[in-house]
């Protein structure tokens, strides 16, 4: 009997978890150059809407033209709301305009809105020309909010109803209404003026008699946001009170809006994504589909920036060339004692910045954090300082050497613990973004101690 070559089982589990894996890709693509519309649309179709979007945003530009094109009425609106914005624009000038106009048609306000925040007047003004003058005045609306607010993301379609209402009232209303969003998870009650009072969610609504009053219903936790309060905030709320919706209201109160769980917590991926990008100094926009040119515009800065620093550790090396040319093992070592300064720096930044960003480091805790960074850096120190003097005397058998190695070891850790946490605190405080800023002023100052304290204490005590 022939031994099996892998559980079909598994390879079921592993097609559904990636369903972009390369034969399908393949097929497509060549279901693209053949012109095979009937075969591209059958291989399309299981896939969901951002599984397309992520094949758009893989394949290059000349196949994702062809594709487009051959695809044509089959292309659904919620591909262009998950499409990435770098290639959005390139996406809906290859649509024609009756596909553009079905497309959009499908979509919610806030997902029209954030379709059109990225493009030029003209791709707005088509894409406003085809929506119905209900929805192009709500999204008209939308887009006189400030640049990421909560005006800017939320939907206007909302389930609302009368404070006075009970259940069966409520439920004939949602029966009878024919206009009501794909998705929602609460029915919010207003006031006369139209100002919401409190949330009930549909799974208490359908569990609860007729008879019942809907202002008996209503949830404990109601949160009510300004059309002008900045998404990051919107984002830290839903997070920090588990939210699942929430109204929008405008300058009176009134109800304009609601704000959806996928939204926010999409604000707060981007927010995330952004951070890892500031930290390792490419820029907040870069993506996997830029080209060579604008990879190389988001890059070149915080090398330049990088190279200032570096310009600036090697004076201080400079200041003790004498030194050093009379004790070449000060050049074998120094390396060490600034690498594991610019390591033990990093991990004390990357705490930092994630805490400012959750809001979890503040000015209650800041000083009990900095005091424990302090004696994390001691302690390691102490450690790598015990590692580093044994080695170096077996390696060069100089007990002085041994102990200026030690004694450097522990004072460029304890400051890069101090840096990494003092200084995205500090630029934080001057309204300064810290994971765009903070890694290459940490650096520079675990270079510049390390190498100052390793060859100055060389210099004071060997020579």
């Keep these: 009997m022939s031994e099996e070559t892998g559980n079909p089982a598994e390879e079921t589990q592993d097609d559904e978890t990636n369903p972009l894996e390369r034969k399908v890709v393949s097929a497509i693509l060549y279901a ?22 992520d094949l758009l945003e893989q394949i290059n530009a000349y ?26 624009e390139e996406v809906i000038r290859g649509l024609t305009p009756e596909v553009l106009a079905d497309a959009v048609r499908e979509l919610d306000s806030d997902d029209v809105v954030d379709l059109l925040e990225d493009l030029d007047q003209e791709q707005q003004d088509a894409i406003l020309d085809v929506l119905e003058d209900s929805d192009r005045v709500a999204v008209e609306k939308s887009l006189t909010y400030p640049e990421y607010s909560a005006g800017r993301l939320m939907q206007r379609e909302v389930v609302m109803a009368p404070e006075h209402w009970n259940v069966g009232e409520a439920i004939d209303f949602l029966r009878s209404n024919d206009d009501l969003p794909e998705q929602f998870y609460h029915i919010i009650l207003v006031d006369p003026k139209l100002r919401p009072v409190g949330n009930v969610t549909l799974g208490k609504l359908m569990a609860s008699r007729r008879e019942v009053l809907l202002k008996s219903l209503v949830e404990e936790t109601f949160n009510v946001i300004p059309v002008t309060r900045p998404e990051s905030e919107v984002a830290y709320m839903f997070n920090q009170y588990h939210l699942i919706s929430a109204p929008v209201v405008d300058e009176n109160e009134r109800l304009v809006g609601v ?115 302090l004696m994390v850096g001691l302690i390691n120190g102490l450690s790598f300082a015990l590692v580093m003097g044994v080695l170096e005397f077996l390696w060069f058998g100089s007990a002085m050497l041994a102990v200026v190695i030690a004694a450097a070891m522990v004072i460029n850790l304890v400051v890069a613990g101090l840096a990494g946490i003092a200084v995205p605190v500090v630029l934080d405080k001057f309204k300064i973004d810290p994971a765009l800023a903070s890694g290459t002023f940490v650096t520079t100052v675990t270079d510049v101690v390390g190498f100052f304290a390793f060859l100055g204490l060389a210099q004071a005590v060997l020579l």
């Design 63 to 88: 196949d994702r033209m062809r594709l487009i094109k051959l695809y044509d009425k089959e292309f659904d609106g919620e591909i262009l709301s998950e499409l990435d914005e770098s290639i959005r």
């Design 32 to 53: 693209v150059d053949v012109e095979d519309r009937e075969q591209l649309v059958e291989l399309m179709e299981p896939l969901h809407a951002a599984d397309i979007a």
């Design 259 to 373: 704000i959806t769980i996928d939204d926010a917590m999409t604000v707060l991926d981007e927010e995330h994504e952004e951070d890892i990008l500031r930290l390792a100094g490419v820029g907040d926009e870069s993506r996997i589909s830029d080209s060579v040119l604008e990879t190389t515009r988001q890059r070149l800065p915080w090398l330049a920036v990088n190279l200032m620093t570096a310009i600036l550790a090697s004076l201080v090396i400079a200041q003790f060339e004498d030194t050093i040319g009379q004790l070449v093992a000060l050049a074998v070592l120094m390396p060490i004692v600034a690498s594991m300064g610019g390591n033990a720096g990093t991990q004390s930044l990357t705490v930092a910045v994630r805490a400012l960003a959750t809001r979890d480091l503040t000015s209650s805790n800041v000083w009990r954090v900095i005091t424990r960074e």
